[in-house]
């Protein structure tokens, strides 16, 4: 486990926000602490899992983003739920953009963006097991490691994506700057967040699920999300409140655990039609509002102005 300082401003300065433990990890019983940067409010993980047994530990083969081929329900669903993405990324790119997904997991974004006409992918995934499925499963180019661990040339892609990704991430500053480096000017990078400053947040307290103890390492406050991206050299176009009811899903689930209704919880899941069903008009009442618990962040490299340092 590593204590880590802010990410973004440097600060020495935290205070603990909240303390929380591994929801789908009975056998760890450890408690991990949520600080928050008294300066600029970056919300982070303290201390952190660190080592590759550490990693390996959190993210185990069974975890949700690595889709199995009998998932068949829950890839229904999620195709459902990409429209709106898919649509937005296909009215910003064309058939001759290049697009990296940082975090591609098995490939099945990649996958439906090829079925629209985009060929020119690129998929990074942490899991070797998981780009291996990508490979085989869709014969995408999904390669295993981090953005510093290939070689990619500056000014070399129109788009990246990073969907639920940048708060699992060990340093988001230095890697969104990789990435408005990798950006054509004009260039789109396009990430899904769960956003600390939404309803189920203030609802659910400790007990919501966008904290995801201990995989998420970092959540950013609506201003601290602003610097960051400016420090990184990238503006802001569009924050889309996503209306999957997700996190209303997942946030009762853990409410009810909490409380010792562990079989009502095991019925509560986003597997469940039902529960989908049941909890689908708050995920509307949220994104109307513009307090749902994600949101996707669109972002663009500026024309003018020079490379990012």
Same mark, same amino acid.
């Given at each position: 486990m590593r204590t880590i300082t802010c990410n973004l401003c440097g600060s020495l300065d935290q205070r603990l926000l909240c303390t929380g433990y591994?929801?789908?990890?009975?056998?760890?019983?450890?408690?991990?602490?949520?600080q928050q940067c008294p300066g600029c409010g970056l919300v982070y993980?303290?201390?952190?899992?660190?080592?590759?047994?550490?990693?390996?530990e959190i993210y185990p083969p069974t975890y949700d983003s690595y889709m199995g081929e009998r998932q068949r329900f829950l890839l229904w669903m999620?195709?459902?739920?990409w429209r709106p993405e898919l649509r937005e990324i296909l009215a910003r790119t064309t058939p001759d953009s290049a697009i990296l997904e940082l975090g591609s997991a098995t490939g099945e974004f990649l996958a439906e963006l090829r079925r629209r006409g985009r060929s020119r992918l690129l998929g990074l995934e942490l899991s070797a097991e998981a780009a291996r499925i990508a490979r085989e499963r869709h014969g995408l180019d999904v390669r295993a490691g981090q953005l510093d661990d290939v070689t990619l040339s500056a000014n070399s892609f129109d788009m990246v994506l990073l969907r639920h990704v940048l708060e699992h991430l060990p340093d988001p500053r230095e890697t969104l700057t990789s990435i408005a480096r990798l950006l054509r000017p004009g260039g789109y990078c396009i990430f899904t967040i769960p956003n600390i400053d939404s309803h189920t947040a203030r609802i659910f307290g400790r007990d919501w699920y966008g904290y995801q103890f201990p995989r998420h390492f970092y959540l950013f406050p609506r201003h601290t999300l602003h610097r960051l991206l400016d420090v990184a050299g990238l503006r802001v176009e569009r924050v889309v409140h996503?209306?999957?009811?997700?996190?209303?899903?997942?946030?009762? /689930?853990?409410?009810?655990?909490? $409380?010792?209704? =562990?079989?009502l919880a095991r019925f509560v899941r986003y597997h469940n039609p039902l529960v989908v069903a049941a909890f689908a008009p708050l995920g509307f009442i949220s994104?109307?509002? /513009?307090?749902?618990?994600?949101? $996707?962040?669109? =972002?663009?490299?500026?024309?003018?102005?020079?490379?990012?340092?």
């Open positions: 591994d929801r789908d990890n009975p056998q760890n019983r450890r408690t991990y602490s949520l993980l303290s201390p952190r899992p660190d080592t590759p047994e550490e990693l390996a999620r195709r459902i739920a996503q209306a999957t009811p997700n996190v209303w899903i997942g946030s009762a /689930r853990f409410w009810l655990a909490a $409380r010792g209704h =562990t079989a994104a109307l509002m /513009r307090s749902s618990g994600v949101i $996707r962040v669109i =972002t663009r490299r500026p024309v003018c102005g020079g490379s990012p340092q």
